[in-house]
Structure formats: C-alpha cells, structure tokens
C-alpha cells in the first residue's frame, strides 16, 4: 500500500524567509512518479511538478525547488524568498506505475505574512 | 487554449436525482483524471483515461458513480442517485508527458 505523509499540517512564515515542505512517501514500487500541487484560496488546483523514481536530479524552478532523496523516501519543496502570494494549500502525490493510482498527502496549509 | 473546462461550475440537487459532471480536455492531452475533494477525505482520485480508454477506475466510491470518454474532447462524470454524502468539488484534469492541467472544479451539493 501506498502512503503519503505530510507532517506539517499549517506553516506561517513572514514574507522573504525561506520555507520547506516535507514530503515523506511509502511504496513497494521501483516505478512510481511523486507531484507537488498548489491550490491557493481561490480553490483551483495547480500542477506543480511531477518527477519519476529513476530521477533523483533536485529541480529548481524559479523560487522552487525540489529535493528527492530515495533514501529517506521524501520529496521536500522549498521555496526562496517566499511572497504572501505563495499562501495557499500544497499537496503532495505519490502514484505508481506511469499513472496509476495516485495517493495523496493531508495537505499543508502555508501562509506568508507580509 | 483555453485550459480544461468543467461545468457545470455549481450543482445543487436533491438526494436521489442523477447528476452529471462534463469534462472537456486540452486538446492534444492524452490523459484525463477526474478527483474529488472532501473535507473529510481530502483529495482523491477516482478514475484516470488514457486516450480515452478507463485504465484505473478502483478510486470511484460505488457502482452508483460511472464515469465515460466517447472522444478525446470530452469526458463525463455520473452519479446516480446522488447521496448527501456526495457533495464535494470534482476536479477534471489532463495531462501531457510531465505537465498536467486541472479545470476549475464543480461544486457539487446534494441536499
């Protein structure tokens, strides 16, 4: 069985700190792929990314950033000098094979202050 | 384009009524998901479509929720009868290699 944790039910920070998500997952599969999505208070979802278990390559995408680290099974999201607008709900997914079924965390709620 | 299209936007119906959910897809995306978030669940997946064959269906609830995608522009989400503990927002989304695109929900209700 699959499992996604997200330890950090709400975090607040004040605006320009630097702020990191936990994501720790559970899976007997080699093949699985690991996402991030955002869904701020407007309620819409936003993909973030999706990186495959062969890849453990940290990623960076402007102020995000990503570490995936097979050996403790988590899937961390970072985010640089973060702005009120980051405030939002982050989710974190796990799903096996190229699709599958997907599982995801409880959601951690993130609120940048001015 | 214009992103993937859900409607309706709101749904309010009575227990017992069906209900349908419609989906349309950005063209050239060959993968659709439709998801559901509840309070209480959080979010889920219930079915996945690829071009438009059902490849994953094990996340829809019960036999009352059916789920169809005649054609690679269009997919709907069934339920019949609704139940009170139904009501929840209904995320479509589609996918292209590694980026994936939700529509803006339903907001289903059922009283």
């Known amino acids: 069985a699959q499992k996604v944790t997200q330890a950090q039910t709400e975090i607040s920070v004040v605006e320009k700190e630097d702020v990191t998500l936990d994501c720790v997952y559970e899976t007997r599969d080699t093949t699985y792929y690991l996402f991030w999505y955002k869904q701020p208070p407007s309620g819409e979802l936003v993909f973030l990314i999706r990186?495959?278990?062969?890849?453990?390559q940290n990623e960076i995408s402007g102020r995000y950033s990503w570490n995936f680290q097979k050996s403790t099974s988590s899937f961390n999201f970072t985010i640089t000098a973060s702005q009120v607008v980051d405030s939002a709900v982050y989710f974190c997914?796990?799903?096996?094979?190229?699709?599958?079924?997907?599982?995801f965390g409880d959601g951690t709620t993130l609120t940048v202050k001015p | 384009d214009a992103g993937v299209i859900q409607s309706p936007r709101h749904e309010v119906t009575e227990m017992g009524q069906e209900v349908t959910l419609r989906c349309k897809p950005i063209?050239?995306?060959?993968?659709l998901f439709w998801y559901r978030q509840t309070m209480m669940r959080g979010l889920e997946l219930l079915i996945y479509?690829?071009?438009?064959?059902?490849?994953?269906d094990s996340g829809m609830p019960e036999d009352r929720f059916s789920a169809k995608m005649p054609n690679a522009s269009f997919s709907t989400l069934k339920i019949q009868p609704s139940e009170p503990r139904d009501s929840a927002v209904y995320f479509c989304?589609?996918?292209?290699?590694?980026?994936?695109?939700f529509g803006p929900g339903t907001r289903l209700t059922v009283l």
């Open positions: 997914a796990l799903s096996e094979g190229n699709a599958g079924k997907s599982t």
């Open positions: 990186r495959n278990s062969f890849d453990e």
């Open positions: 479509f690829n071009n438009n064959v059902p490849i994953d």
């Open positions: 063209s050239g995306h060959d993968y």
């Open positions: 989304a589609s996918r292209l290699g590694n980026e994936q695109f």
